[in-house]
């Protein structure tokens, strides 16, 4: 396949002179490039996000790679990763990874590191896996010019990629494709994993203001296993319900109300088919223990907020602790070496915070994963923004106060050595904004852990 046409019909509509240099296949631009001994940082690709406003292409060499969260920060709203589903509307005569970074070919918004110096001669990417477009360093800076000049978003994947041609050692031409980081693995991304057809079912229930307790009952009762998750947890200590919970209905009606069956049947039915390694402090058997604490807190804690204008939804609130960590599902079922490395690099280094060693061995963080997918899945906002933020003690967007209660759980559950939280210190500007105290907060957590062994019980029913 040759130059996209998108693009060779631009160009030559530009009355840009160019030339076509055929390489050897590769599994990325960046191994173009080393297998065709030009320079990383000459040659240059587009990598696809979205924002609020649409769809940006990110120009920048192969040799770098975007810091999503620096250019969030610069352009004061959340960036993300751009969906398959996105890229193949747009770039229909274009194999994925190998996008030419001429966005007004393609009617898309442009940002370039403006810290960057462009080399005399650039190559870029043309569409196709096996040639790259020459062109001049003036008529690529033309191509360029309505683009948005955005400082320090990107970053040097590894300083041998900035070697003259001639210094380039065996080692470097001999770079793997494994080396490329994850979130370059993930804008190469064709397919998105699915979601499970039962989550879509509930999901479509959740969305319909007319739905009632009958229709959920019957939804959720075929499914066994989610069906006897939901009355196993009925029948908890945690709701202090004297009789016996022997239907969904009865736990939907007598017990947990509507609202909170639908969010836990959801949050189950969402990761449930998400197989991890179960050991180590990011597998299954630690997600799942986090996971039903942290919903028990947050949801406690949302519903003793004095300020009944910010205080969640009880069912909404359990959902949002209980998925917060979803990332580290996607990431062992999507990326499973990299989970692999991640997960024993965090049982080797128990000082260190899993955002850091997750940055050095990932280049991105687990809540960025997650929500990208939970956007992609149409995910209430709500989910997104906790799953993407609750790390963030500075977030004070829209539906904050989800993301919060989730960094305050994290934050208690940390004294006694469940989850992921740096340290155990309780957010004081974080309790001021939600109208509450440490002492309140300590207290919730301690009524939640009148439950203990209750909620260890439905962890592990969760990993069975």
Known sequence: MPIAKTIKRYLENKHIVFDEINVPTSKSPLEAALKSNILPRDVYHSVILRDSLGL?????????????????????????????????????????????????AYGIRVIIDANLSTPNDVYM?????????????????????????????????????????????????????????????????????????????????HADPNADLAELAELITQDPSLAAQVMRYANSPFFGYRGQVDSVHTAIARVMGFDMVMNLALGIAVAKPFTIPKSGPLGLDAFWSHATFSASI????????????????????????????????????????????????????????VLSLEQEHLGMHHGELGSWLMHAWHMPEEIVISIREHHNE????????????????????NSYGIGDAENNDLPLPILDALGIDEVHALNVMSRVLENRESLETMARQMVA
């Open 56 to 104: 940006i292409m990110a120009v920048i060499p192969v040799s770098h790679i975007t810091n999503v969260e620096a250019l969030s920060r610069t352009l004061r709203r959340p960036v993300e990763p751009a969906l398959p589903t996105d890229l193949k509307s747009v770039f229909t005569d274009c194999e994925p990874g190998y996008l030419p970074p001429v966005g007004e």
């Open 125 to 205: 990417t043309a569409g196709d896996s096996t040639c790259l477009i020459k062109l001049s360093r003036k008529d690529f800076l033309g191509l360029q010019a309505t683009a948005l000049l955005v400082t320090n978003f990107t970053q040097a994947l590894d300083p041998r990629l900035a070697q003259e041609p001639e210094t380039q050692t065996a080692e470097l031409a001999a770079m793997a494709p494994e080396e490329l980081t994850l979130r370059q693995r993930l804008e190469q991304l064709t397919e998105l994993p699915p979601m499970p057809d039962m989550a879509a079912r509930i999901l479509s229930l």
């Open 298 to 353: 947050v949801q406690e804690l949302g519903k003793t907020l004095p300020d009944k204008a910010i205080r969640p939804r009880p069912g909404l609130a359990y959902l949002v602790g209980l998925l917060h960590n979803f990332g580290h599902l996607i990431l062992g079922h999507l990326f499973r070496e990299e989970f692999l490395r991640l997960n024993s690099a965090v049982a080797k280094n128990p000082d260190r915070s």
């Open 394 to 413: 500075a977030f004070n967007g829209p539906h904050a106060v989800y993301s919060q209660l989730v960094f305050i759980a994290d934050r208690l559950l």
